[in-house]
C-alpha cells in the first residue's frame, strides 16, 4: 500500500524559515516524480514545486520561486521542501503527491504552516 | 506560465443530472490534463488523466475529453457522493497549474 506522511508544518513567524517532509512507503520512490500542493484555508489547490525521480528537472509556482526548495532523498524514500522568508500568503495545508506519469494517484493527509507573528 | 480557466465556478444540481465542467488553457497542452475531486476536510482525488482516460476504480459516469485548449468533465447521472469541488490540472509543463475549481453544489 503506497504511503505519503508529511510532516515539519507548524507555527512560524513572517521572514523564518521551516523544513516539510514527505516520507513515502509501499512503491519504489525513485521511479517517480513526487509534487508540492498547498491549499490555503477556504482557497483552491495550489500547485507549488514538482521533482523529477533523479532530481534532474525540477518546477517552481512564480509565487515561491526563489524562496523555496525541493530536494529528495531516494535513498530514503523522502521528499523535502525548504521553505524560506515565509508569508503569510505562504499559510495553508501542504499536500505531497506521486506523479504516475499519467495523473497524480496518491497523495498525503498534508501537514499545516501557519505563517504569524 | 499557462493559465486554466474553470468554469462554472459553482454549480447547483440534482440526483441524477448531467453536469459538465470546462476548462481552457491559455495556450496548448496536448492532452496532459487530469481531472480531481476534493470533499472538504480530503486530499484530492484522481478521476482523470490524459484528458480521457478513466482512473481504475472511479465510477464509469465520469468521462473526460478535450485536447490542445478545451477540456471537459462530464458526470452523467450524479449520485450523492458526487457533490464535491472538482478541480483541472495541467501537467503539460511547469509551473503545473490548477483551475480554480467548481463546487457542486446539491440543488
Known amino acids: 500500500e503506497v504511503q505519503l506522511v508529511e510532516s515539519g508544518g507548524g507555527l512560524v513567524q513572517p521572514g523564518r524559515s521551516l523544513r516539510l517532509s514527505c516520507a513515502a512507503s509501499g512503491f519504489t520512490f525513485d521511479d517517480y516524480a513526487m509534487h508540492w500542493v498547498r491549499q490555503a484555508p477556504g482557497k483552491g489547490l495550489e500547485w507549488v514545486s514538482g521533482?523529477?525521480?533523479?532530481?534532474?528537472?525540477?518546477g517552481y509556482a512564480d509565487s515561491v520561486k526563489g524562496r523555496f526548495t525541493i530536494s529528495r532523498d531516494n535513498a530514503k524514500n523522502s521528499l523535502y521542501l525548504q521553505m524560506n522568508s515565509l508569508r503569510a500568503e505562504d499559510t495553508a495545508l501542504y499536500y505531497c503527491?506521486?506523479?504516475?506519469?499519467?495523473?497524480?494517484?496518491?497523495w498525503g493527509q498534508g501537514t499545516l504552516v501557519t505563517v504569524s507573528s | 506560465a499557462i493559465q486554466m480557466t474553470q468554469s462554472p465556478s459553482s454549480l447547483s444540481a440534482s440526483v441524477g443530472d448531467r453536469v459538465t465542467i470546462t476548462c481552457r488553457a491559455s495556450q496548448g497542452i496536448r492532452n496532459d490534463l487530469g481531472w480531481y475531486q476534493q470533499k472538504p476536510g480530503k486530499a484530492p482525488k484522481l478521476l482523470i488523466y490524459a484528458a480521457s482516460s478513466l482512473q481504475s476504480g472511479v465510477p464509469s459516469r465520469f468521462s473526460g475529453s478535450g485536447s490542445g485548449t478545451d477540456f471537459t468533465l462530464t458526470i452523467s447521472s450524479l449520485q450523492p457522493e458526487d457533490f464535491a469541488t472538482y478541480y483541472c490540472?495541467?501537467?503539460?509543463?511547469?509551473?503545473?497549474?490548477f483551475g480554480q475549481g467548481t463546487k457542486l453544489e446539491i440543488k
Open positions: 490540472l495541467q501537467d503539460y509543463n511547469y509551473p503545473h497549474t
Open positions: 521533482i523529477s525521480w533523479n532530481s534532474g528537472s525540477i
Open positions: 503527491a506521486k506523479d504516475k506519469g499519467g495523473g497524480w494517484y496518491d
